[in-house]
Antibody
Framework: QLQLQESGPGLVKPSETLSLTCSVS??????????WGWIRQPPGKGLEWIGN???????YYNPSLKSRLTISVDTSNNQFSVRLSSVTAADTAVYYC???????????????????WGLGTLVTVSS | QSVLTQPPSVSGAPGQRVTISCTGS?????????VHWYQHLPGTVPKLLIS???NRPSGVPDRFSGSKSGTSASLAITGLQAEDDGDYYC???????????FGGGTKLTVL
């Protein structure tokens, strides 16, 4: 059974870098059937896609975050990570990691959806 | 402002039917990208409710159904139950943004 677990500091100071890791069990981040992604939800607001990564290291970023964002995958340790630099209070949110899947054999990038989600972790940006 | 537009709230009495709309454009839903729906109940993790416009994952009751037409999609919930109370999000892919997009979310209140 797939399990996704986010980990990282729950408090980050403004202007510093937010860093989270998603540990995967029950599947491999090297599995070419899936993409792996990050989504966040600020308090009282909706879901926002952050970015996705494929086992090859190919990344896809939300344009609004791209200049501050790095997502990486570590297939040997079966995890993937997100780093968001120069954070402000607006980056305070629950951060979820997720596994993306697509139905059917020949999938285009846009066919993938968020099939499984981690429990989420609250990151607060405050001095 | 979200690329996909959903009503902020809908409500219905137990047993009734409600629909939640998701309106996009020619760069996402209208470009023939699929729409997926997620249910986010209080104190839980978002859960895939409908995939690829109308497919229910295993374990999702058939009270939930999805459809898509043109640049819009809809989620219908029949036989409303108290445990359906929560937030619902549509999601698709946008070629202008080159990325995945969510609707702003709809708060369903079961009266």
């Amino acid at each position: 059974q797939l399990q996704l677990q986010e980990s990282g500091p729950g408090l980050v100071k403004p202007s510093e870098t937010l860093s989270l890791t998603c540990s995967v069990s029950g599947d491999s981040t090297g599995n070419r059937r899936y993409y792996w992604g990050w989504i966040r939800q600020p308090p009282g607001k909706g879901l926002e896609w952050i970015g996705n990564i494929y086992y090859t290291g190919s990344t896809y970023y939300n344009p609004s975050l791209k200049s501050r964002l790095t997502i990486s995958v570590d297939t040997s340790n079966n995890q993937f990570s997100v780093r968001l630099s120069s954070v402000t209070a607006a980056d305070t949110a629950v951060y979820y990691c997720a596994r993306l899947f697509c139905t059917g054999g020949n999938c285009y990038l846009g066919d993938y959806y968020f099939e499984d989600w981690g429990l989420g972790t609250l990151v607060t940006v405050s001095s | 402002q979200s690329v996909l537009t959903q009503p902020p709230s809908v409500s219905g009495a137990p047993g009734q039917r409600v629909t939640i709309s998701c309106t996009g454009s020619s760069s996402n839903i209208g470009a023939d990208y699929a729409v997926h729906w997620y249910q986010h109940l209080p104190g839980t993790v978002p859960k895939l409710l409908i995939s690829v416009n109308s497919n229910r994952p295993s374990g999702v009751p058939d009270r939930f159904s999805g459809s898509k037409s043109g640049t819009s999609a809809s989620l219908a919930i029949t036989g409303l139950q108290a445990e359906d109370d929560g937030d619902y999000y549509c999601q698709s892919y946008d070629t202008s943004l080159n990325g995945w997009v969510f609707g702003g979310g709809t708060k369903l209140t079961v009266l």
